[in-house]
């Protein structure tokens, strides 16, 4: 598919944030739709659990890779044309995932195929979207990023809810006319993309230079935190599931639908409030408070006696990480507004590191303490705690300068 520039005609910066909301649905489908098929792989295809694993790690890995190359490469294809890219990979990625693996003689290497492929478009988005809603026009633009976020978080959700509807009436076999039909949202994105305006993320002027930027210490200061942000949120959501079974007593099915659809929620939800109310919350102030809440919450959901009690404080914790992600980017856009498309790509890279080591450092020390999740839990409170003392360093630079 040839990239075709701009039309003369393009409608308002209003679709332009439409589309940028599509586009975080888009790579809701591509990280959360295949793990809910992870246990129908591993039947249908006879996989064990640790190709079924390495699945994430290469979705993982490629969207890591795609963060350090769009530091350089997005300023010189253009933002439009990076967006359109994306979505191609996005929905072919779906798409394989439907076929490859019914016509190659190893599924396995379809399904590899089709994760590279949506993992492709997923840190393309990543990457991109943000810097396009930072330079629309808008009055506020702090309420603007966290609005965006919470898409992500609605993506999830539907995708959780409308698969499960699907495989419970239409039939959990049938999961490949869904993978398709998933397909058709980025395929209209790649159209509607193509209509709005984008403006220049650096408001046409030359961005810092990568060498200059990664001299500037409240850059680094805003990567520490961008790592905590995604280690907070990522530490307690992609262990809600194990957490609400192992610990609550519940069942897979119930673990899976609660845990990780009521942290989104939440998660939704702090970010459209503080969309709508950031007029009236200064987002330092607020991003401190959400850090002491994520602390209690850890602690709540590790320590409380009450299964009720530990699934609380586990579903909130998603309302208390809600705005780390989207306020640190908007903190970033206000210290460093020069910083251009590289510090965008460097502080996806951050958090996706985050959200690596987050889950990484709670399963580890669980697996330590004998299998106990809540020893995990306890530990991962490192997290919050490092992002309330940057967030008072951050404002102790600001005072400085």
Not at 91 to 119: F, K, Q, R, T
Not at 246 to 274: E, H, I, N
Not at 346 to 371: E, I, K, W, Y
Request: charge should be neutral.
């Amino acid at each position: 598919m040839t990239i075709q520039p701009a039309p003369r005609k393009l409608l308002s910066h209003r679709h332009t944030i439409y589309a940028s909301y599509i586009a975080y649905i888009v790579q809701a489908i591509g990280n959360n739709f295949a793990p809910l098929l992870f246990l129908t792989f591993s039947g249908a295809y006879d996989l064990s659990l640790d190709r079924i694993t390495l699945l994430v790690t290469i979705n993982f890995m490629v969207q890591l890779g795609v963060d350090l190359i769009c530091a350089k490469a997005i300023d010189k294809i253009g933002y439009r044309a990076a967006m359109a890219i994306a979505h191609i990979f996005a929905a072919a990625g779906l798409v394989c995932m439907a076929v490859l693996p019914n016509v190659l003689p190893d599924p396995y290497i379809g399904l590899l195929a089709a994760v590279v492929l949506y993992a492709l478009g997923g840190g393309i988005l990543e990457v991109c979207v943000s810097p396009i809603v930072e330079a629309s026009p808008s009055d506020n633009k702090e309420a603007a990023m966290s609005l965006l976020h919470s898409f992500y978080c609605w993506g999830h959700v539907g995708v959780v809810l409308i698969s499960t509807a699907f495989f419970h009436f239409v039939g959990v076999d049938r999961w490949p006319i869904l993978s398709c039909l998933w397909a058709l949202v980025p395929l209209f994105n790649i159209f509607y993309f193509q209509r709005v305006p984008i403006e220049s993320v650096t408001g046409g002027h030359e961005p810092l230079a990568l060498g200059k930027l990664l001299k500037q210490k409240v850059f680094w200061l805003l990567i520490v935190l961008m790592v905590c942000a995604g280690a907070s949120e990522q530490g307690m959501s992609q262990w809600a599931s194990a957490f609400a079974e192992k610990g609550l007593g519940v069942s897979k099915t119930v673990g899976d639908l609660m845990g990780p659809c009521l942290f989104a929620v939440f998660m939704g939800t702090a970010r459209a409030l503080y969309g709508k109310f950031s007029e009236k919350l200064p987002l330092r102030l607020t991003m401190a408070a959400s850090a002491v809440l994520c602390i209690a919450c850890y602690l709540l959901a590790a320590l409380a006696d009450l299964p009720v009690l530990g699934l609380v404080g586990c579903a909130v914790c998603g309302f208390s990480v809600g705005i780390f992600w989207p306020g640190t980017f908007s903190v970033a856009a206000n210290k460093l507004p020069m910083g251009g498309t590289a510090m965008y790509a460097f502080l996806a890279l951050a958090g996706d590191l985050g959200c690596s080591s987050g889950p990484t450092t709670v399963g580890m020390v669980a697996n330590a303490a004998g299998g106990d999740l809540k020893a995990g839990l306890l530990v991962a409170l490192v997290f919050p705690v490092l992002m309330l003392i940057g967030l008072a360093l951050l404002k102790d630079r600001k005072k400085a300068e």
